[in-house]
């Protein structure tokens, strides 16, 4: 389908069933996706129904809107929890336990009032409950709102739960717009990362057969291209500038919800991000923003990218050092390393020859690298928000950066341009 043909009105796409040429039915079970200005004040008819609601914030994003909410329908509300935390929520079984201690019988609705950390915990909360939630967005600041993932840190690994999507977004520009400019900027960069995990997903077509729906792809890089070129604006808070980042951000959930898994909006880049997270929490090392991290991981693997297009593959051979590499995984994994190792075990993809398969596609593969935008453009892009990839150089340092070129593939079962550029250079 051309881009052109494709909605911008994030309602048309919900509560359908679309029949679609990549053989999957497409759907979506969010009812209600409200962004616009004053939005907040369309909540309480949509909690006409429930009259034991529990409302989960944390503390900054109950300082955002929370009092607003409970002003709105304080008389719906059956229980509060708010987590208090120094730094970041992590979205461990420590508040997973302390979220369900708070869901009594009577609980008819969950709803979060934040963005990345909040929405995930009450997605899979509510989802292990059998119960219906509502987010409103305090932030613009990553495209998880509308898919059924849940992100989770369990036994020091990042795991995605496929859980449920929300009943209902509300995204009331008036507050999203103030969110802390870091938020914006990891929004911003959670929808340049698109450019990253698209590729990577045609990449994998090629190399793996894996399933490819080019109706999904569109809608998502029409999203994207809505939004690549609103940085200057996102920094002045543009109203307009926001609500088309937050559609843009929902409409990639949507797309995760269509296929069924975040494999149309993650991928090397953000395995790169999550291996800085899930190495910051253990180590209690500073991480940025998860979008932010994304934005920074978006250069790094153009630049693979375009390595990989200047290299002569005809003679290459590929052999797997098992011992090495488990040395590597348990010095750079420590107490996450069991599960790391027993994944890519479970796998088995070392075990594949993969050079044979890229020898045979080489052109294809090449085409395919060669669509990304060049390191140069999301280099622009980067500073149109304020975002030098030296903050990114000097945070990590050169041997984390690199580690996280090798090894942050082997905490996921995706396929990626990280395997490609592994089975070229290492």
């Not at 043909?5 to 409200?34: A, F, M, P, Q």
């Not at 719906?76 to 201690?101: C, M, N, R, T």
């Not at 003679?315 to 590499?325: S, V």
């Amino acid at each position: 389908m051309a881009i052109d043909n494709l909605t911008d009105n994030i309602n048309e796409l919900l509560n359908i069933k679309k029949e679609c040429t990549c053989g999957k039915t497409h759907s979506c079970d969010i009812k209600n996706v409200i962004v616009e200005n004053g939005a907040l004040n369309k909540l309480y008819k949509l909690v006409e129904d429930y009259n034991n609601i529990l409302l989960v914030a944390d503390q900054n994003t109950n300082n955002a809107c929370g009092k607003e909410v409970r002003e709105l329908i304080g008389k719906k509300i059956a229980d509060v929890l708010v987590f208090e935390s120094k730094g970041y929520l992590v979205p461990d079984e420590k508040a997973i336990d302390l979220f369900k201690s708070k869901v009594k019988e009577t609980t008819d609705l969950i709803i979060g009032v934040g963005s990345g950390v909040i929405n995930d915990l009450c997605k899979y909360v509510s989802f292990i409950n059998n119960l219906p939630y509502f987010i409103v967005v305090t932030a613009p600041s990553m495209d998880g709102y509308a898919s059924t993932g849940a992100a989770m840190i369990i036994n020091n690994m990042k795991v995605t739960y496929n859980a449920h999507v929300p009943a209902a977004i509300i995204a009331d520009v008036d507050i999203i717009r103030n969110a802390p400019i870091d938020m914006l900027k990891a929004g911003y960069g959670d929808i340049l990362g698109k450019f990253s995990c698209l590729n990577d997903w045609k990449l994998s077509h090629i190399v793996n057969n894996e399933y490819f729906c080019e109706y999904v792809y569109n809608l998502i890089y029409h999203a994207v291209k809505r939004t690549e070129k609103l940085g200057s604006k996102l920094l002045q808070r543009d109203s307009d500038a926001v609500k088309t980042l937050m559609e843009a951000l929902i409409i990639v959930g949507i797309a995760m919800s269509y296929v069924g898994n975040s494999r149309p909006a993650s991928g090397s880049e953000h395995h790169l991000s999550h291996f800085f997270e899930v190495i910051g929490i253990m180590n209690n090392e500073p991480y940025f923003l998860h979008g932010i991290d994304v934005a920074y991981s978006t250069l790094v693997t153009q630049n693979l990218r375009e390595k990989i297009l200047e290299t002569d593959i005809s003679n290459r051979t590929f052999k797997f050092d098992e011992a090495e590499w488990e040395k590597n995984i348990r010095n750079i994994y420590s107490k996450a390393a069991d599960g790391v190792i027993n994944l890519q075990r479970k796998l088995g993809w070392y075990e594949q020859d993969k050079i044979h398969v890229y020898k045979e596609h080489w052109d294809k593969i090449k085409e395919v690298l060669k669509e990304a935008p060049s390191s140069d453009e999301i280099m622009k892009l980067l500073n149109s928000v304020c975002l030098p990839i030296e903050d990114f150089e000097n945070m990590y340092g050169k041997e984390k950066i690199d580690n996280a070129i090798w090894f942050a593939k082997d905490l996921k079962d995706r396929y990626s341009v990280l395997w490609l550029y592994y089975h070229c250079f290492r």
